[in-house]
């Protein structure tokens, strides 16, 4: 008697942990429950995956959805929808928000926002605060919730903690992982005059190297005197690599895709303040330590860094200009693109988007393609290629920082907990996301 599932998906060439190789991929009450040859095989829904590469769904463990507080700029609905266009099936979403998401009340008003109006499963940060100190070993622990984020520089929203006693504390607060935007307040407002009105080629000169280097040298030592696990966000120079690998008993990080594929001065002097993001883009020397670091495995993650802004916030006078960019719709086409183009291979593409991310930090059934795992997948032409242009975006924002960038690589369709919600550039199926599910800390 032939096996039956809910979909099928037949002669995909599949990511699985062994391998890249032809196989079909049943699914039951939205699991992975067979790869292998399934030619006897019976379903209600089929997709034909030949010639296509059918990939772990990606995890963006990076994106600021913008709500509540901005929604002229993102919400939760174009948000996900971008992401689904994008191959993404799951993200985490970043705590400076207006108001920051901070307590209790706070995180369960973005699940409740969240529970009919997310495209893709999601998880949201709880932001460090002085004033939240206390509740953070407790907040981290909700259900939905994906850790903890604190900010020690200054950016987008009122979140910071910049104070060596205050971030020890935290550090101190709580055993899951936490996320850092490392930065050092002290020297950001002791070089805010090196910001040359009108000229977004002064960014990185303003946060530079050692704004970085001496943020992250300082939380790295805390956090091993704390004894907390930490996960460096948006790294951006040569200088910080060496001192998270020295720190590896404790330390993860997290690369973002502008910073693998912008660079200084050249994309300032192309797109002005629209290249412009905190941490910075830096230049090629920088660029480049962060591809070796990729490909010598040092780098865990990679991630959008998904911070959409309206127009208007661009287009003003620098520094008075917002910082970034939009980017969990492109992740997958221009991580892609630089597999196409031999920067790195397909396989490490898939552990630093879908296995790295659940490894980092717990994610439970996500990730890999194997049975009992969450059947989310991006489905994946490696040999399409197209242009990427501001009227494909889905974000609120309506542009992007590649607009008409030319890549090779590109979903095709997005599988959410085994049902297509995305196909042909087009989303298939009203919101359905969940909250992610952590495994125990």
């Given at each position: 008697?032939?096996?039956?599932?809910d979909?099928?998906?037949?002669r995909?060439?599949c990511?699985?942990?062994?391998?890249?190789?032809?196989?079909?991929?049943?699914?039951?009450?939205?699991?992975i429950?067979?790869?292998?040859?399934?030619?006897?095989?019976k379903a209600?829904?089929?997709?034909?995956?030949?010639?296509?590469?059918?990939?772990?769904?990606?995890?963006?463990t990076h994106?600021?959805?913008?709500?509540?507080?901005?929604?002229?700029?993102?919400?939760?609905?174009t948000?996900?929808?971008?992401?689904?266009l994008?191959?993404?099936?799951?993200?985490?979403?970043?705590?400076?928000?207006n108001?920051?998401?901070?307590?209790?009340?706070?995180?369960?008003?973005?699940?409740?926002?969240?529970?009919?109006?997310?495209?893709?499963?999601?998880?949201?940060?709880v932001?460090a605060?002085?004033?939240?100190?206390g509740a953070?070993?407790?907040?981290?622990?909700?259900?939905?919730?994906?850790?903890v984020?604190?900010f020690?520089?200054?950016s987008?929203?009122?979140?910071?903690?910049?104070?060596e006693?205050?971030?020890?504390?935290?550090?101190?607060?709580?055993?899951?992982?936490?996320?850092?935007?490392s930065?050092?307040?002290?020297r950001?407002?002791?070089?805010?005059?090196l910001?040359?009105?009108?000229?977004?080629?002064t960014?990185?000169v303003?946060?530079?190297?050692?704004?970085?280097?001496?943020?992250t040298?300082?939380?790295?030592?805390?956090?091993?005197a704390?004894?907390?696990?930490?996960?460096?966000?948006?790294?951006?120079?040569?200088e910080?690599?060496?001192?998270?690998?020295?720190?590896?008993?404790?330390?993860?990080?997290?690369?973002?895709?502008?910073?693998?594929t912008?660079?200084?001065?050249?994309?300032?002097?192309?797109?002005?303040?629209?290249?412009?993001?905190?941490?910075?883009?830096?230049?090629a020397?920088?660029?480049?330590?962060?591809?070796?670091?990729?490909?010598d495995?040092?780098?865990?993650?990679?991630g959008?860094d998904?911070?959409?802004?309206?127009?208007?916030?661009?287009?003003?006078?620098y520094?008075?200009?917002?910082?970034?960019m939009p980017g969990?719709q492109t992740?997958a086409?221009?991580?892609?693109?630089?597999?196409?183009r031999?920067r790195?291979?397909?396989?490490r593409?898939?552990?630093?988007?879908?296995?790295?991310?659940?490894?980092?930090?717990?994610?439970?059934?996500?990730?890999?393609?194997?049975?009992?795992?969450?059947a989310?997948?991006?489905?994946?032409?490696?040999?399409?290629?197209?242009?990427?242009?501001?009227?494909?975006?889905a974000?609120?924002?309506?542009?992007?920082?590649?607009d008409g960038?030319?890549?090779?690589?590109?979903?095709?369709?997005?599988?959410?907990?085994?049902?297509?919600v995305?196909r042909?550039?087009?989303?298939?199926?009203?919101?359905?996301?969940?909250?992610l599910r952590?495994?125990?800390a």
């Open positions: 008697m032939s096996e039956s599932f979909l099928l998906i037949r995909g060439m990511a699985t942990p062994s391998g890249i190789a032809a196989a079909d991929i049943g699914v039951r009450d939205g699991r429950a067979a790869i292998g040859n399934l030619g006897s095989a209600p829904e089929m997709f034909d995956a030949r010639g296509l590469h059918v990939l772990p769904g990606i995890i963006d994106v600021h959805f913008r709500e509540p507080g901005h929604l002229e700029k993102e919400d939760m609905e948000g996900s929808t971008a992401a689904l994008g191959g993404v099936t799951s993200v985490f979403e970043m705590p400076n928000t108001p920051p998401t901070t307590t209790r009340a706070l995180v369960e008003d973005k699940l409740a926002r969240a529970a009919e109006r997310m495209h893709c499963d999601h998880a949201f940060y932001g605060s002085r004033e939240n100190i953070l070993a407790e907040l981290e622990q909700l259900p939905g919730v994906a850790g984020k604190a020690l520089g200054s987008t929203g009122t979140l910071l903690l910049d104070k006693d205050a971030i020890l504390q935290a550090l101190k607060a709580g055993r899951r992982r936490m996320a850092v935007h930065e050092d307040e002290a950001l407002r002791e070089r805010a005059k910001a040359m009105p009108g000229d977004p080629r960014h990185p303003w946060r530079d190297v050692e704004t970085a280097t001496r943020s040298e300082r939380v790295l030592k805390l956090a091993q704390a004894g907390r696990p930490l996960h460096i966000l948006h790294v951006t120079s040569a910080e690599l060496p001192l998270i690998a020295a720190a590896r008993d404790i330390a993860t990080v997290e690369a973002a895709v502008p910073h693998l912008l660079a200084a001065p050249e994309c300032y002097e192309k797109l002005g303040t629209y290249a412009q993001i905190n941490p910075p883009i830096r230049d020397r920088h660029q480049g330590a962060l591809w070796r670091a990729v490909n495995g040092l780098i865990d993650v990679v959008s998904h911070a959409p802004h309206n127009r208007a916030d661009k287009d003003g006078i520094p008075q200009t917002a910082s970034g969990v992740l086409t221009i991580m892609l693109d630089h597999v196409h031999g790195l291979t397909l396989e593409f898939v552990d630093l988007v879908s296995a790295g991310p659940a490894r980092v930090f717990g994610i439970a059934g996500k990730g890999r393609m194997a049975d009992g795992f969450d989310d997948f991006a489905i994946i032409d490696l040999a399409a290629r197209r242009r990427i242009e501001n009227r494909w975006i974000s609120r924002c309506g542009w992007t920082a590649y960038m030319e890549t090779t690589g590109w979903p095709v369709a997005t599988i959410l907990r085994g049902a297509v995305m042909d550039g087009a989303v298939a199926l009203p919101p359905r996301g969940l909250k952590f495994n125990a």
